[in-house]
């Protein structure tokens, strides 16, 4: 994913620039991540992409102050994001009481554009009752190609262990006749969705 920084620069916001075609079309890895980019641009999705965990930080300031989210109160069940930004965040485990969902994911699908939760980030909370703000953090090896792609390594990663529930995905568009019989996209709504993308390879 090293091309995304020369290409971009590593504080850039790509969701209103062009993307470009893989300078190699046999290298999968890139085509993967370029794939993912394209069609979370075209869901409309806010990506902003991070090298390091200081640049998350700065990115996570820049959603509160352009949206004026300050004084909001952050849904958050992940202890990773929240022992990082707790300074940064007036968190909270009420969804009720809150218009922003920042969470962990388990997965980013390519094909789709979309954000793979489960019940390891929803906990007991129903999509349907999450705050229309989502800021996901995941890290560039978390996309795969599809859906499939994705089950597959969920189902190895928790091997020997209860499989995970409510594994849902995430897309901002909205729903259509030709989206609506997807099983993935049952209960759900559309979503103001922010993705802070960190690379780890």
Same mark, same amino acid.
């Given at each position: 994913?090293?091309?995304?920084?020369?290409?971009?620069?590593?504080?850039?916001?790509?969701?209103?620039?062009?993307?470009?075609?893989?300078?190699?079309?046999?290298?999968?890895?890139?085509?993967?991540?370029?794939?993912?980019?394209?069609?979370?641009?075209?869901?409309?999705?806010?990506?902003?992409?991070?090298?390091?965990?200081?640049?998350?930080?700065?990115? #996570?300031?820049?959603? /509160?102050?352009?949206?004026?989210?300050?004084?909001?109160? +952050?849904?958050?069940? !992940?202890?990773? =994001? %929240?022992?990082?930004?707790?300074?940064?965040?007036?968190?909270?485990?009420?969804?009720?009481?809150?218009?922003?969902?920042?969470?962990?994911?388990?997965?980013?699908?390519?094909?789709?554009?979309?954000?793979?939760?489960?019940?390891?980030?929803?906990?007991?909370?129903?999509?349907?009752? #999450?705050?229309?703000? /989502?800021?996901?953090?995941?890290?560039?090896?978390?996309? +795969?190609?599809?859906? !499939?792609?994705? =089950? %597959?390594?969920?189902?190895?990663?928790?091997?020997?262990t209860p499989l995970p529930t409510k594994i849902t995905s995430f897309k901002n568009?909205?729903?259509t006749e030709e989206n609506q019989d997807d099983f993935m996209h049952y209960g759900?709504?559309?979503?103001?969705?922010?993705?802070?993308?960190?690379?780890?390879?």
């Amino acid at each position: 994913m090293n091309f995304l920084k020369r290409l971009f620069g590593s504080t850039k916001t790509v969701s209103k620039q062009a993307l470009p075609e893989p300078q190699d079309a046999n290298q999968e890895e890139t085509a993967i991540d370029l794939l993912f980019l394209q069609e979370f641009k075209k869901n409309k999705g806010k990506f902003l992409y991070c090298t390091t965990n200081e640049e998350i930080s700065q990115h #996570l300031d820049a959603i /509160l102050e352009e949206n004026s989210w300050r004084a909001e109160q +952050v849904l958050c069940f !992940s202890d990773m =994001l %929240k022992k990082a930004h707790e300074d940064q965040l007036i968190l909270t485990r009420d969804a009720s009481a809150s218009k922003i969902f920042f969470t962990e994911c388990e997965h980013l699908i390519a094909d789709q554009g979309s954000v793979l939760v489960c019940s390891n980030q929803l906990k007991s909370i129903k999509q349907e009752e #999450l705050p229309e703000n /989502l800021i996901i953090f995941a890290k560039t090896s978390q996309i +795969v190609r599809s859906i !499939s792609s994705a =089950l %597959k390594s969920i189902k190895q990663r928790y091997q020997g262990t209860p499989l995970p529930t409510k594994i849902t995905s995430f897309k901002n568009n909205k729903i259509t006749e030709e989206n609506q019989d997807d099983f993935m996209h049952y209960g759900s709504k559309t979503k103001n969705l922010y993705l802070l993308l960190l690379e780890d390879y």
